[in-house]
């Protein structure tokens, strides 16, 4: 039987999977690695979200299949919560759904939109389910710069006046990952006007929109007037509430668009585990101290990661938000591209990092440094880099790229 299935002949080959395997090998011979690559939360989630999960699971009628597009209090909470952090109104029953994840909501949405041959722009680099989550429902991916001043609305002009057929959907992701970048309202403001203009659907991606370190707090595209008549965003509690393995999320927004997702996922799923369901609502109305304590965890991370590798020899800009760090590679190895060099600063110095061309060509030259470790490992790992950069200073001569090696070969 062949493998040459059509969707998955789509998919490039998993960037990070190698970075994995090295990874894995080498906790297998039993090394200590510090592991910044996922953006996966190591923090404990609130306990009384737990506790209310442990309340729901002893109701018997909580075993039974849920509500595909989240249980009524669940969806109201989710309402409530833009209300109070950016005063926008939804309606729970047409422009909320809950998802298992955004991830699956994201990759959901594109199936429900999307014609073969549509062509969608997404920024270059993202994370990976903006694009491909398009790519395997048959769509034609043109990206834009992953930026916000007026260089992407120059992008965005000529993408739609070059594009055949034109574009359907535009993706947005800010606060951004992995790049850190954030929007301001002007920036929404300029885009709404666009894709009203050119009948335009917007996709945006809002996950980190409570952690963030300094100004405002990053906004939400539905704020902006006319917003709501063009654009679904996407909110996941991974983040915000350190529930990343729950797999709870949201899209909210246009009611139109929020009809043809919940169409797709009802032939998909029955919706989160219902305990977990009434535990979200709990996160969601409960106390919210713990978003802030959350928020200050990471800010101190950051700030811990940027002057320790400094200190290393190794400067970064430090992120205005996110959980993440985008790391320009060191000079000295900038020739081996992202992905060798974080083979080799996993292999050197135990320090696991993100490849940026995992997040799309132009992250070729960054890798993506995620904050899931704590302070004292986060000091070990800079002086295992500082370590390793100054032995590298010595022996770069020796230090050829895999791709080389292969040239001289032929």
């Known amino acids: 039987m062949s493998n040459d299935f059509h969707r998955i002949k789509r998919l490039p080959p998993y960037v990070f999977e190698q970075v994995n395997k090295l990874k894995a090998e080498a906790r297998a011979r039993g090394d200590d690695i510090i592991d910044f690559g996922m953006g996966n939360p190591d923090m404990p989630t609130p306990p009384h979200i737990v506790a209310k999960l442990l309340e729901a699971m002893h109701d018997p009628r909580t075993n039974r299949y ?72 048959g769509g034609v991916i043109r990206h834009l710069p992953a930026r916000t001043d007026s260089q992407f609305m120059a992008s965005l002009d000529k993408a739609m006046r070059h594009s055949v057929p034109k574009p359907s959907a535009l993706v947005l992701n800010y606060p951004a990952n992995p790049t850190a970048v954030v929007a301001s309202r002007d920036f929404y403001r300029e885009v709404v006007a666009y894709a009203k203009k050119h009948d335009l659907i917007v996709l945006s991606d809002i996950a980190y929109a409570e952690i963030y370190f300094e100004g405002e707090p990053p906004p939400s595209i ?75 965890i990471y800010k101190r991370r950051r700030d811990c990661l940027v002057e320790a590798l400094a200190r290393a020899g190794w400067p970064i800009p430090s992120p205005p938000a996110t959980m993440f760090a985008w790391a320009p590679i060191p000079d000295m190895f900038a020739h081996l591209g992202s992905l060798e060099f974080s083979k080799l600063l996993l292999e050197k110095a135990g320090v696991a990092v993100s490849p940026g061309v995992g997040f799309g060509e132009y992250g070729e030259g960054y ?5 899931v470790e704590n302070e004292q490992r986060i000091r070990q790992a800079a002086r295992n880099i500082r370590k390793f950069l100054a032995e590298s200073a010595k022996t770069l001569h020796n230090v050829i790229p895999i791709a080389s090696k292969a040239n001289r070969a032929l």
């Not at 890798?367 to 904050?371: E, F, H, K, T, W």
């Open 367 to 371: 890798v993506r440094i995620a904050l």
């Open 66 to 137: 849920s509500a595909s597009k989240g249980i009524q209090g669940l969806r109201k909470a989710q309402a409530a919560y833009y209300a109070r952090r950016f005063g926008v109104k939804l309606d729970p029953n047409t422009q909320v759904v809950a998802t298992l994840g955004s991830k699956e909501g994201f990759a959901n949405m594109a199936q429900a939109i999307t014609a073969p041959g549509d062509v969608i722009l997404v920024p270059n680099p993202t994370y990976p389910i903006h694009e491909f989550g398009f790519i395997m429902s």
């Open 222 to 296: 539905l704020e902006i007037p006319g917003g709501i008549d063009l654009a679904v965003e996407f909110t996941t509690l991974s983040k915000t509430y350190a529930m990343p393995g729950w797999r709870m999320g949201f899209a909210v927004g246009n009611e139109r668009l929020i009809q043809a997702l919940t169409r797709v996922k009802s032939y998909l799923d029955y919706g989160a585990f219902t305990p977990i369901q009434v535990a979200a609502t709990a996160a969601l109305n409960g106390p919210q101290d713990s978003i802030d304590e959350i928020r200050g």
